[in-house]
């Protein structure tokens, strides 16, 4: 330090360096993480116009919706109609909540005319209904037919944050088609659907499963986020630039 306490010139150009290259780290990132933020707005704006427009359409027959799937293996959002008998002994819980209240989405086997089965979302039940025997006005017998919407089913599991299924206790926290089929009790051999059809909002005698459960509505906040990094990126630039026009010559 010298007589009037400030640093020696070499501190004070490493201390100014170093300054400047964390600020230009940083100001890269908020950029990188805005134009991210960019890119996931366009890509949702996409999804959300493409929704729109296959949940518009009419319903295709299940044999029309299996050729779809075959060809593109994407059939997600489309309707689909189909008819069987359900098989409720089967019945898979899928951990979820709806409009508030935590429960579970009732995935049930529906046997096809032909013998195969399609694992249907009839829709939500409160927790303390998770037992079919505390809703048996719903458990529907005979023959069904269904209108709803095909869903694709995961290439695997959505994230490392997301819990392990417990197929013993028949709980599920993630829509694993395989094991859902393997653990429904279906006859040996049994042929399922690829995919998965979610049900209409068409009523449940007794009101239970609630039907109608897909979301639809997909939020999008991308270009606050988008906002939010670039004005905080901007602030940074300001806060740097006024810092060396402020610094003492030499300094």
Do not use: C
């Amino acid at each position: 330090m010298s007589e009037q306490g400030t640093m020696p010139a070499p501190a004070r150009r490493s201390g100014l360096v170093l300054m400047l290259v964390l600020g230009t780290i940083a100001f890269a990132l908020l950029i990188a993480l805005g134009s991210w933020q960019v890119q996931r707005l366009y890509w949702k704006e996409e999804l959300v116009a493409q929704i729109a427009e296959r949940t518009q359409s009419q319903p295709l027959p299940l044999s029309e919706m299996e050729v779809k799937y075959r060809a593109t293996g994407d059939v997600d959002y489309w309707p689909v109609r189909l008819s069987g008998t359900f098989m409720h002994e089967g019945e898979r819980h899928f951990f979820a909540t709806w409009e508030g209240q935590s429960g579970f989405y009732v995935y049930t086997p529906l046997k096809l005319d032909d013998g195969r089965f399609a694992l249907v979302n009839r829709g939500f039940v409160p927790y303390d209904f998770k037992d079919a025997a505390k809703r048996p006005v719903g458990q529907v017998s005979g023959p069904v037919s269904i209108v709803g919407l095909a869903r694709n089913p995961l290439d695997g599991k959505p994230g490392s944050l997301v819990p392990d299924n417990d197929p013993v206790k028949n709980v599920f926290y993630w829509k694993d088609r395989d094991v859902m089929a393997a653990t429904a009790g279906l006859p040996a051999g049994a042929l399922v659907v690829p995919f998965f059809i979610d049900a209409d909002k068409t009523p449940n005698p007794g009101g239970l499963p609630v039907g109608g459960v897909t979301m639809v509505d997909m939020p999008n906040n991308h270009l606050q986020y988008a906002v939010t990094w670039y004005g905080l990126a901007a602030a940074l630039l300001g806060v740097m630039g006024f810092w060396l026009l402020r610094r003492p010559e030499g300094k």
